[in-house]
């Protein structure tokens, strides 16, 4: 049960007696407080108290179910249970003959029951990015949710949420990152914190289950290689080709003349065997 349900007490609905000139008992009703702030499903205890010395038919009325605990002249304690919805709680006496009432709100709130930790990926290389992602399930409201992803002891993130829907929501965050060879040496986890303190509520804590992190080592792109290795080859395989076509190129000229000093050389050999003698 969390700590705005059970035992708690709802002040005293009747400022202290006084007396005026003619003696006429007086009394008012404090203004405060004018809410009560309640856990889902949870009871509330209800102190109710007069201040005049014989009040008369002390009673709560509500829709809710109340069960009534005990009580004397001036005081009745009643316990309203199972309360689910936001609702109205009237409180009344009479007390020298006249009757005052009060109505007070109660507003019903949802606290964090669970807090779910999810890795995108629970092995992942040096370098890869993955994703952290915390999930409060069914929270209301979601002013004063605060959701922390933690490293060990790190903060990783941090987010408030802002809001005020009544019925309930899922919570989520996520955050992305890069994994780091000493990730792999510290639990993930995450922690919703919901702080009602400033609507007259509590604190209330809770923490998922750790999940850790396999960080390996990057693999070679063996495609990367494979591609390399096809450049070489096809680089090698074009230069023989060359080769082979200036090699043959060669040797065709040799063998028909084609050289240029023996094509002269030719030319002069058949000039002088032409002159007469």
Known sequence: MSPFGGWGTLAAFLAPLCCRGSGEEQFEVPMEPKHLLVGSGEFQVINFTASCTDPKKLVLETALHKTFLEGQAQWKLFKVISISENMELMCSFICGGKEEMKVFNITVFYPPKQVLLTLSHTSVAVGTLFT??????????????????IRGTEILHNQTFVGTAPFPHD????????AHREDGLHNFSCEAWMDLRSRGGGLVHRVSDPQRLEVKEPEPNYQMVIMAIVIVLLLLFVTFVFLCFVFSEKWRRGRTGHYPVQAAWNRLRRSHRAQPL
């Open 132 to 149: 952290i992602e915390c999930r409060v399930p069914a929270v209301a409201p979601l002013e004063g949710l605060t959701v922390t992803l």
């Open 171 to 178: 919570a989520v965050v996520t955050h992305n990152t890069t």
